[in-house]
């Protein structure tokens, strides 16, 4: 396993890879307010059988923050640029919320480079967008600390709260360490983003997966996807919106056998 840099045109994305050089590449990309470290309770099973590439999203962890707003196309660009950069013209895709929109884009405009595509707790439009400016405000007055309690409310049930805290203690860390400019223009792609009328153009096999509890991107948001992407299954966890934490065996297993199927 390594950590490095690659340099986009001047823009540097923090990086990190799992698994043997020769097996089939897989490319994970992060919600919005978290890191690659996202991805840590799937890692020891997918780096067993993929070539696992975990990328912090622009603006997020130690990947560079540039001028917002931005766009989820931009978000989709980069993910081109950041495999170019690493020699896969081909992968797997699993995306979570941010991740998600952005693996939609791909699929739907750049499709010939995923194999496969995993979009997990997301929605072509984002219910609610109006209430993105209000996280905008108030983390541009307070930082990401005025806004980590009442995310972590909607990222985990409150069982999963009460039962695993050091989880949700590592989680809401990694949220606080977001740097805040970078969260407030990547807040705007997802605000601005509706990538409805591109759904049908997805041609890949797709696995949708919902949380029961999810309350940013609900289960109806989830079979909205699955209903205009052809052959699209459909999986609903026991979780909130982070449910590849809080169900992560679940997930892990699920996305696995979706794969290799």
């Known amino acids: 396993m390594a950590t ?21 590449a897989l490319v994970l990309s992060n919600s919005l307010g978290t890191d690659l470290h996202m991805w840590d309770p799937q890692i020891p099973e997918f780096a067993r ?3 696992v590439i975990r990328y912090d999203t622009r603006g997020h962890g130690e990947s560079a923050v540039t001028k917002g707003p931005y766009s989820i196309e931009q978000l989709g660009r980069d993910v081109l640029g950041v495999m170019d950069a690493l ?21 739907a405009n750049d499709g010939y480079r995923i194999d496969r595509l995993v979009l997990a707790n997301t929605a072509a439009r984002i219910p609610n967008a109006e209430a993105y400016d209000t996280r905008i405000q108030n983390v541009r007055a307070g930082g ?11 990222w985990f049930t409150p069982s999963f709260i009460a039962l695993h805290g050091e989880e ?19 807040c705007a792609a ?4 509706d990538q409805r009328g591109h759904l049908k153009a997805i041609t890949r096999p797709t696995l949708v997966i919902a ?9 109806s948001e989830a079979r909205a996807l699955v209903d205009a992407i052809g052959g699209a299954q459909y999986l609903e966890l026991p979780a909130s919106h982070l449910s590849n934490i809080e169900a992560a065996p679940l997930f892990t297993a699920a996305v696995l056998d979706f794969l290799y199927a």
């Open 87 to 107: 020699g896969v013209e081909r992968a797997h895709f699993c995306g979570l919320s941010l991740g998600g929109m952005t693996g939609t884009w791909l699929a």
């Open 144 to 154: 990401m600390q005025a806004v980590a309690p009442a995310v972590i409310e909607r």
């Open 49 to 51: 059988r993929f070539r």
């Open 4 to 24: 490095s840099f690659v340099d986009l045109g001047g823009t540097r994305f923090r990086c990190r890879i799992d698994g043997e050089p020769a097996a089939p």
């Open 190 to 193: 997802v605000r601005d983003m």
């Open 168 to 186: 949700v203690a590592r989680t809401r860390a990694m949220l606080e360490r977001c740097p805040a400019e970078g969260y407030i223009a990547a």
């Open 211 to 219: 949380g029961m509890h999810d309350v940013p991107t609900p289960p």
